[in-house]
Structures are given as structure tokens and as C-alpha cells.
T-cell receptor, first 111, second 115 residues
Framework: KAGVTQTPRYLIKTRGQQVTLSCSPISGHRSVSWYQQTPGQGLQFLFEYFSETQRNKGNFPGRFSGRQFSNSRSEMNVSTLELGDSALYLC??????????FGSGTRLTVV | AQSVSQHNHHVILSEAASLELGCNYSYGGTVNLFWYVQYPGQHLQLLLKYFSGDPLVKGIKGFEAEFIKSKFSFNLRKPSVQWSDTAEYFCAVNAWIQGAQKLVFGQGTRLTINP
């Protein structure tokens, strides 16, 4: 069974631009969560989607948004990028009942 | 504030030494507990998890963890570490927080094993 797929693996953007990251969960998993990982802050929860609805949200500004499609694939968007948004963005999929499988992440560098 | 605490930021051991990494959480009610490992340049991998039942959980690569409910702890252990265990280790708690289930991570513990 295929794992969680995140694209792209690496991304370089300039300040002020916007970016969209994609996550395809494990087949049958309806929950997709997004995390930001940085050396200073560790793993910070961004949001969770379940059946196309945002079920949960972390403490990030409104520049960070997401959505989930009917096939459970999810996208995360960051607008007006700042240098501090440079991080590894991780997606995790989960079946009903818990247990999270993480993707390899997208490493975003903002210059 | 509710949180997950990993007490050791960086642990350095020699091969064959025994390992114990601490994890405490502050959420009440039913929790699911996880340990993840992140090898250099790789993604998070699940080492082990506790949902219910026997509080001593065995995971992959010889790791185990013990859930002690009265101490709100879920410490990770390995009797004899190897150089290949060098990685960052994250404790995570899945709990109901403000009406929704959230997976909250500790800050991570960097483990360095010297050959």
C-alpha cells in the first residue's frame, strides 16, 4: 500500500510570493494533518482536514490555509511568504481511530 | 498550558549503552501515545504506539515504552543502543483538546551514538 506522498520535495520561493503544497494520503485514510517543522520550534500543528472539512486548526496566521478534496488529497497554501516560513512542511494521514503516517515532507526555503 | 515535554534535548551515548528518553504530557482523559523517530535527512517514522491494554509497548528496532498513567509519562527505552540509532526522537500525544482531537509533539530529543 502506497504511503503518504508529498509534492514537491523541495521549493525555493522569494518573500511575498505564495506557495501551494500537495499531500496525497494513504488510500482509505480520510484525515490529513499538516505540520511545520523548524529547528527552533519543533513540530507545530497547522491544521487537520477530514472529509473535506477543516476539523482543527493550530495557532498560525491566516496566511496559512488549506483544503481537502473529495479524494482526500489535501493542499496547503501560504500567501505573502516571509523568511520565517522556511521550514519542512509535513503531512500526516490517519484512518478513523487514530494512528498517523507521515510523508517525507516539502522543504520550503524562502529567500 | 497543556503540553508534551521531552526533558532531554540532546543525549550522547556510546554503543551498547542503555537508553531511556523521558516524555511527560499534561492532558487529562483518554490519550493515545506515540514515539516517532527521524533519521538524518529522512521523514518521521513510527517507532511504537499505545492506545490501550498492556502499558508496556514494544516497537520496532528493539525499542519499548512504558505508559504510566499516574505519572502522565511515556518513556522510551532500549537496552543496548547502536550507532544506527543516531536520530531525533519525538514523543507525541493524541488527545481531545478544546473539542477536537489533536496530535501534539514534544520538542524532540537528539540522540547521538558514538561508535
Amino acid at each position: 500500500k502506497a504511503g503518504v506522498t508529498q509534492t514537491p520535495r523541495y521549493l525555493i520561493k522569494t518573500r511575498g510570493q505564495q506557495v501551494t503544497l500537495s499531500c496525497s494520503p494513504i488510500s482509505g485514510h480520510r484525515s490529513v494533518s499538516w505540520y511545520q517543522q523548524t529547528p527552533g520550534q519543533g513540530l507545530q500543528f497547522l491544521f487537520e482536514y477530514f472529509s473535506e472539512t477543516q476539523r482543527n486548526k493550530g495557532n498560525f496566521p491566516g496566511r496559512f490555509s488549506g483544503r481537502q478534496f473529495s479524494n482526500s488529497r489535501s493542499e496547503m497554501n501560504v500567501s505573502t511568504l516571509e523568511l520565517g516560513d522556511s521550514a519542512l512542511y509535513l503531512c500526516a494521514s490517519s484512518p478513523t481511530g487514530g494512528g498517523y503516517t507521515f510523508g517525507s515532507g516539502t522543504r520550503l526555503t524562502v529567500v | 498550558a497543556q503540553s508534551v515535554s521531552q526533558h532531554n534535548h540532546h543525549v550522547i551515548l556510546s554503543e551498547a549503552a542503555s537508553l531511556e528518553l523521558g516524555c511527560n504530557y499534561s492532558y487529562g482523559g483518554t490519550v493515545n501515545l506515540f514515539w516517532y523517530v527521524q533519521y538524518p535527512g529522512q521523514h518521521l517514522q513510527l517507532l511504537l504506539k499505545y492506545f490501550s491494554g498492556d502499558p508496556l509497548v514494544k516497537g520496532i528496532k528493539g525499542f519499548e515504552a512504558e505508559f504510566i498513567k499516574s505519572k502522565f509519562s511515556f518513556n522510551l527505552r532500549k537496552p543496548s543502543v547502536q550507532w544506527s540509532d543516531t536520530a531525533e526522537y519525538f514523543c507525541a500525544v493524541n488527545a481531545w483538546i478544546q473539542g477536537a482531537q489533536k496530535l501534539v509533539f514534544g520538542q524532540g530529543t537528539r540522540l547521538t551514538i558514538n561508535p
